[in-house]
């Protein structure tokens, strides 16, 4: 289905006119349901490495220049092998040793890890706003990495799809 076809069913409802809501705001709706319905229902499963930059601590998953070749995140997919994975030249690390925290966790209960010397191996991840005041949306790895590694990053993450922007375009597909 189409989203002039969904426009058109949602309009058949006597108090969804154009005069209440606009074609542009129903589309906006449109790609929020479209959005949640992804999330909610695990619709788009997909995962992706990345290489790791030594001394680096966050890398961008959605934003401007993303590590994601489909620059289509919408949340980490916890269910799938924790989510963000790790590879120390030997094999993949992940939950329990590679643990979610956020950064007030890591201020609390690390709190120099901010100036913290690199390791082999990072003991937790996050997903964060980027601090350098861009709407990018970041992993960070605490302690920074050490060595750079082709493929070193796994993130497991569900996508929004690609969002319709004509009336001929599906939802997720496009």
């Given at each position: ?12 409802s ?5 005069g ?14 479209c ?72 201020d ?43 493929d ?8 929004r ?9 599906s939802?997720?597909?496009a």
């Open positions: 289905m189409i989203r002039s076809d969904i426009r058109t069913l949602v309009r058949l006597p108090i969804v006119t154009t209440l809501i606009t074609n542009a705001n129903l589309d906006t709706l449109l790609d929020r349901a959005e949640s319905m992804a999330l909610d229902g695990r619709a788009l499963p997909r995962n992706e490495q990345f290489n790791i930059v030594a001394s680096q601590r966050e890398y961008v998953v959605s934003g401007a220049s993303p590590v994601l070749t489909s620059d289509d995140f919408l949340s980490v997919d916890m269910e799938t092998n924790g989510g963000v994975l790790f590879n120390d030249g030997s094999r993949w690390i992940s939950r329990p040793e590679l643990q979610p925290k956020t950064r007030a966790w890591l609390r209960n690390q709190p120099n890890w901010r100036t913290a010397a690199t390791a082999a191996s990072p003991l937790y991840w996050y997903l964060d706003r980027a601090t350098d005041n861009s709407d990018n949306l970041v992993v960070g790895f605490e302690p920074v990495p050490s060595t750079a590694r082709t070193g990053g796994w993130i497991h993450y569900l996508s799809g690609r969002l319709m922007t004509a009336d001929t375009h939802p997720w597909t």
